[in-house]
């Protein structure tokens, strides 16, 4: 394991620990006291106060399940369905080219673009978001799962399981899908990283999670307007989105430099 992975992987671990550890060292991230609004970072509240005084900590950390859990659904639903369409689309010429032709027409429009779309017309909340961004990352999955399946598919090994009786559907869900499962998991963490920075850019711009959510884009989203009184209700969110990518590039870089070896 190089040093690349395990770095990335220990800081995520850390970030994904504090999530789920967090009911037991943190307050109610939705407690309002006017009386405390806005103080600085401090003993009794670590990463400061926001304009409704409530605890900052305690949102960023409750914020962390919430845009994890959002990134995590998007990437295990784009990755399965994206998985599916590359292998079916080696079934035959036709299916190949209307399932491919499905994901240039959805790669037409701008990924942002087509995602605020589909949120609009599913509504906002939790599930618009998972499903908008699922679908916006499914075409791209798909298509470099038919790319590396046209590859396997030349090797003698594929041609002995024909031989041998083995129908196209086993040897593409079984073989290839084996053999695709490292490019997978790279895809994956893109998914994973994209999926975290569109989340909380939609929630920024009021096109996400509703307002109040504790959310790394809803606290990025009310920093804006008290910015130059409060810096620590950008600093902290934005360290939080900073660090979950950096470690994702991480693991992403380990594993391409690991299967290049």
Known sequence: ???????????????????FMSP???????????????LPPSSLHLFGT???????????????????SIALLVCIISTAAGTAIGLL??????????LMRMCDGMKALPASLLAVLLILTLGGGRTGIVISLAVVNIPQTARL???RAVHIEKQTFVDVQRLMGYSELRILFTTVLRH???????????????????????SFIGAGLEAGTPSWGNILREAKDVIYQAWWMIAFPAAFVFLTVLSLNLISDGLRERDSV
């Open 145 to 147: 799962v038919r790319q």
């Open 24 to 38: 037991f060292f943190s307050t109610d991230a939705l407690t309002v006291n006017i009386a405390e609004r806005l």
């Open 180 to 202: 695709v499962k490292s490019t997978l998991l790279i895809q994956s963490c893109f998914i994973f990283t994209s999926s975290i920075i569109a989340e909380a850019g939609l």
């Open 89 to 98: 689309s080696r079934l035959g010429k036709n299916t190949d080219l209307i």
């Open 50 to 68: 926001d304009s409704l005084g409530r605890d900052l900590f305690s949102r960023v950390i409750a914020g962390s399940r919430i845009s994890l």
């Open 1 to 19: 394991m190089n040093r690349k992975l395990i770095c990335g992987t220990a800081v995520l671990s850390l970030i994904i620990l504090s999530a």
